[in-house]
């Protein structure tokens, strides 16, 4: 059992930045493929960045959608067992709850973007981008 716990988010102005973290308990979860997703009301839940489980001298890769690259940093501390999500140059079209997630131990990099792949969520934190 993973438990994920979500800070920061907020509201910000347009062009302005935020960091969310995702700190898991219960289990350590360097061996496990991470993500961020979003999600408006009415809509389902968007693939925004991944990580893969972390390799040999900390090594992972990282994924991101099409709408945040350039924007976006995700980045994960297995001291800490958090996943972090650097977002800059904010847009009111990302506005939205952002949720972490964590994928089963040893998953590979394939469909990563899927939000059925991954089997343990954050709580969920709002962003509000104002223009």
């Known amino acids: 059992q993973v438990q994920l716990v979500q800070s920061g988010g907020g509201l910000v102005q347009a062009g302005g930045s935020l960091r969310l973290s995702c700190e898991a308990s219960g289990r350590t979860v360097t061996n496990h493929p991470m993500g961020w997703f979003r999600q408006v009301p009415g809509k389902e839940r968007e693939f925004v960045a991944a990580?893969?489980?972390?390799?040999?001298?900390?090594?992972?890769?990282?994924y991101y959608a099409d709408s945040v690259k350039g924007r976006c940093t995700i980045s994960r501390d297995s001291a800490k067992n958090t996943l972090y999500l650097q977002m800059n140059s904010l847009k009111p079209e990302d506005t939205a709850i952002y949720y972490c997630?964590?994928?089963?131990?040893?998953?590979?990099?394939?469909?990563?973007?899927?939000?059925?792949?991954?089997?343990?969520w954050g709580q969920g934190t709002q962003v509000t981008v104002s223009s």
């Open positions: 990580v893969s489980s972390t390799g040999v001298r900390s090594y992972y890769n990282t």
């Open positions: 997630a964590v994928r089963p131990l040893y998953s590979g990099a394939a469909y990563y973007d899927r939000p059925d792949k991954y089997d343990y």
